[in-house]
């Protein structure tokens, strides 16, 4: 499957923004889809997950209450709202997927075989 994340950009602490991940070229509703993000320096580090058709999701500690993840199989998409940004959560986003995989590799980025190529997400202070 092919991912195009898209949605990021610039906002101030405290504000919003919705993150999306198109897929093509699979069955989107059997493939369990992640955000992680990379700030410079930094690992990728885990952000959320979406299983498959019956949709658990499964949150970073840091992003629980803030960020929603969530899934659209009719349009092939996977969304990640996220509320309350601070400025230490600029980086660059990316959505990953695969099938398969296992609650306990979740958070795992050599879980998923599939990447999109990364949005930016900018948090002013």
């Known amino acids: 499957v092919q991912l195009q994340a898209s949605g990021g950009g610039l906002v101030q602490a405290g504000g919003s923004l919705r993150l999306s991940c198109a897929a093509s070229?699979?069955?989107?509703?059997?493939?369990?889809v992640a955000w992680f993000r990379q700030a410079p320096g930094k690992e990728r580090e885990f952000v959320a997950a979406i299983r498959r058709s019956g949709g658990a999701t499964y949150y970073a500690d840091s992003v629980k209450g803030r960020f929603t993840i969530s899934r659209d199989n009719a349009k092939n998409t996977v969304f990640l709202q996220m509320n309350s940004l601070k400025p230490e959560e600029t980086a660059l986003y990316y959505c990953a997927a695969s099938r398969g995989v296992i609650v306990s590799a979740l958070s795992s980025s050599n879980a998923y075989h599939s990447w999109g190529q990364g949005t930016q997400v900018t948090v002013s202070s």
């Open positions: 070229g699979g069955t989107f509703s059997t493939y369990t």
